[in-house]
């Protein structure tokens, strides 16, 4: 059968439009698909814009990666050197069992202790030598008592939100939470004292995974 | 030589300076009130003040010290008249003796930051001197009266 010239016309427009439609329709679909999934192997959940500081470009942003790398820097932040400082409570927390300091000194407003009981009142600048005595630092404290910084009974989830959350984090941009894993006080989780067991990886492969986690958008392990 | 100013008296120490604070007031300058219970500050035995706050003068170098203000039990009141020390005589705290001039020097802290502690003050404060006789309730007791003749002299 002979068509008209026009209705000839009229056809492969309609083809042409269809094709462009069903190309866009796929397209569109493709990428849900990816962007949904990598969100289900992740769990991850985008962290809340940050301020100043080179926040990572949303095109760098690794969820999966980052996810990953959260699960080591929790490891580290959950052994006793980290979170004995970041009890739950007003009083710090001791040894490997994590039990509360003997003596029951508190936080104070500013978490450097209250009256006689002040942190640095035995805590000197650098470790005492021998078992049981006490490890030191020139800054030696708690986080104060309006932003208590809390790790203990923290999920990998809450923990991650927490940490990236200015203010929960003590303020601090991203620029500050990349510097803070070389804080001395940070460190001194490396240079516990004799008697005490090490953070459960070496510093600089926790400093690498704290900047991994940031650097790749500082997502948070599903809840 | 190391420099100290202790009880508002300099003195010049020739000591290593890693030596820790309590050995050089009680070997090398004789101030022996100021006592040694356990060395690694579990005991508040060895409290004394520097630059006003109560270290353990245990675990603290004398280089810590150095050019700084050292205050022991005897430098406390010239006559050994602080209200603390009133009320101590007064409600015969001591049983040995022997923590409580680190209890004294600890309380002065805290009578010093806060006119008019409560029992939950007090014990914040005291928490980390141990008193093997057991005399906790007469020095918290203590710590009240002393509290009130410094709000009213009158009444020392
Ligand atoms: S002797 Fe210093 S605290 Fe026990
Ligand atoms: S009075 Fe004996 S140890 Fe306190």
């Known amino acids: 059968m002979k068509q008209h010239p026009d209705n000839g016309t009229r056809t492969s427009l309609f083809m042409k439009i269809m ?35 080179p926040g990572p470009e ?37 040894g490997d069992d994590s039990h509360l300091h003997t003596m ?17 009142n035995c805590h000197q600048a650098t470790n005492t030598p021998g078992l049981h005595t006490p490890p030191g630092n020139p800054k030696w404290h708690l986080p104060p008592a309006d932003m208590k910084m809390v790790f203990e009974g923290r999920t990998p989830h809450q923990l991650a939100k927490q940490l990236v959350d200015p203010k929960q984090n003590g303020r601090k941009s991203m620029k500050k939470l ?11 989780g490396w240079n516990p004292g004799e008697g005490r067991t090490l953070p459960p990886m070496s510093h600089a492969e926790f400093k690498e995974a704290w900047t991994t986690w940031i650097k790749n958008g500082a997502y948070a392990p599903k809840p | 030589m190391i420099k100290l100013t202790i009880n508002q008296k300099k003195h010049q ?9 309590l050995w050089v007031l009680r ?42 203000k050292v205050v022991t039990i005897e430098g406390l009141a010239a006559r050994a008249d602080h209200p603390l020390q009133k009320a101590w ?28 502690p409560t029992d939950a003050d007090i014990d914040a404060a005291m928490a980390g001197n141990i008193c093997r006789c057991g005399t906790y309730l007469r020095i ?17």
């Not at chain 1, 192997?41 to 500081?53: F, K, N």
Request: proline residues 4%; hydrophobic residues 40%.
């Open chain 1, 178 to 188: 990349l510097e803070h894993a070389d804080d001395t006080l940070v460190l001194a």
């Open chain 1, 104 to 120: 029951l000194p508190k936080r104070g407003v500013d978490g450097k202790g209250v009256y006689a009981m002040k942190c640095s």
């Open chain 1, 19 to 53: 094709t462009l439609l069903s190309a866009v329709i796929f397209i569109t679909t493709a990428v849900t698909t990816v962007y949904s999934s990598e969100n289900a192997i992740s769990g991850g959940t985008e962290p809340q814009l940050l301020d100043s500081g």
């Open chain 2, 140 to 156: 918290r007791d203590a710590i009240r009266l002393a509290a009130e003749m410094q709000r009213n002299p009158s009444k020392g």
């Open chain 2, 13 to 21: 120490v020739d000591v290593d300076p890693d030596t820790p604070l």
């Open chain 1, 58 to 94: 949303k095109a760098d942003r690794d969820s999966v990666a980052s996810v990953e790398a959260f699960g080591k820097v929790y490891k580290v932040l959950m052994s006793p050197r980290c979170m004995n400082c970041h009890p739950a409570g007003d009083v710090p927390l001791q």
């Open chain 2, 27 to 68: 070997d090398t300058l004789g101030l022996v009130g100021t006592k040694y219970g356990c060395g690694v500050a579990q005991c508040g035995a060895c409290v004394v003040h520097l630059n006003g706050e109560a270290v353990r003068s245990c675990v603290t170098k004398v280089s810590r010290a150095a050019g700084q």
């Open chain 2, 89 to 116: 005589l007064e409600l015969d705290v001591a049983q040995c003796g022997y923590c409580q001039s680190g209890q004294i020097m600890s309380a002065a802290v805290l009578l010093k930051e806060n006119k008019n």
